[in-house]
Nanobody
């Protein structure tokens, strides 16, 4: 079992930055691949970024590539999403998710077993 708790959301002006953190419980965090997803009102949940369990590979949605960075700290049981150059269209509830190992299909919501409760990110124009 893994419990995930996101933090760091808030209100920011366009062009600003936010740093989202996801704290995970459990002693096997290092064996989990992690993803960040987001869901805007009236839209489906969409992939943002993912990192393999070893931290060796990262993946990004085209819409955030070059602006967002995902990282994983196994010693602290934490995955971080650094978001720079934020745009109003980045406004959404952001969720972190975990799946046991695996390096394929990390952009798919149905590949993840555990989800956090989400944190709201609002970018004003």
């Amino acid at each position: 079992q893994v419990q995930l708790v996101e933090s760091g959301g808030g209100l920011v002006q366009a062009g600003g930055s936010l740093r989202l953190s996801c704290a995970a419980s459990g002693r096997t965090f290092s064996m989990y691949s992690m993803g960040w997803f987001r869901q805007a009102p009236g839209k489906e949940r969409e992939f943002v970024a993912a990192i393999t369990w070893s931290g060796g590979s990262t993946y990004y949605a085209d819409s955030v590539k070059g602006r967002f960075t995902i990282s994983k700290d196994n010693a602290k049981n934490t995955v971080v999403l650094q978001m720079n150059s934020l745009k109003p269209e980045d406004t959404a509830v952001y969720y972190c998710a975990a799946r046991w190992m695996g390096v394929e299909g990390l952009s798919r919501t149905d590949e993840y077993t555990y989800w956090g409760q989400g944190t709201q990110v609002t970018v004003s124009s």
